[in-house]
């Protein structure tokens, strides 16, 4: 892995991995720069690289040149390149189902693996990752903080916004996150 920020920094910050014992491990890193790498299982497009193709060896998912789909009205800031500027990576799920979250400067969130009941926040329950595409959540407030729980594939997130609210999106059964539905396909305000 080889990258430079302005100082020449290649220092490695945060790594956030999804272990199982059935050898479905993979990783993401994230260095000084903000800049993501990826490495490991690759079923579900976890590594971002527009296959699913086991990996050996950590690789920038920006140079991978993923694109972005949003559900909603609302857009995010700074695409179509997948954003340098990450400030936090988290995991959910486990197994060989499993989803990286992402949280920007900027105060976005960006989802990418195992899709279904809603896990990467769009809007449907599909696996888009595995063809280089990463979602970036409908959130018209900007997000402070982002955690991942869940185990094999009933996953949700949540995020934190500036003004205290939380949303919630994905798995959502026995009301896990506030409402009666299976699953919440885009992110739904908790409201207390």
């Not at 789909?69 to 959910?92: C, E, H």
């Not at 959540?137 to 402070?144: N, S, T, W």
């Not at 949700?156 to 009301?175: M, P, R, V």
């Amino acid at each position: 892995m080889t990258n430079s920020n302005a100082n020449g920094d290649t220092t490695i910050c945060e790594v956030c991995a999804a272990m199982s014992q059935d050898n479905y491990n993979n990783s993401i890193a994230r260095d000084a720069a903000g800049v993501l790498y990826s490495t490991g299982y690759n079923g579900y497009g976890q590594n971002l690289n527009g296959n699913t193709t086991l990996t050996f060896s950590y690789s920038s998912i920006p140079a991978s040149n993923p694109t972005v789909q949003w559900g909603g009205d609302y857009g995010p800031t700074g695409y179509p390149a997948f954003p340098t500027n990450i400030k936090r990576i988290v995991n959910s799920g486990g197994g060989s189902a499993n989803a990286f979250f992402a949280l920007t400067d900027d105060g976005e969130v960006l989802c990418w693996g195992y899709g279904a009941q809603g896990t990467l926040g769009y809007g449907a329950a599909a696996n888009i990752s595995n063809t280089g595409v990463y979602s970036c959540l409908p959130i018209a407030k900007e997000v402070i903080d982002i955690a991942g729980y869940g185990q094999s594939s009933e996953m949700t997130g949540i995020a934190l916004t500036e003004d205290g609210n939380a949303y919630t999106w994905g798995y959502s059964a026995n009301y896990s996150i506030g409402n009666e539905n299976y699953a919440r396909y885009a992110p739904v305000q908790l409201l207390f």
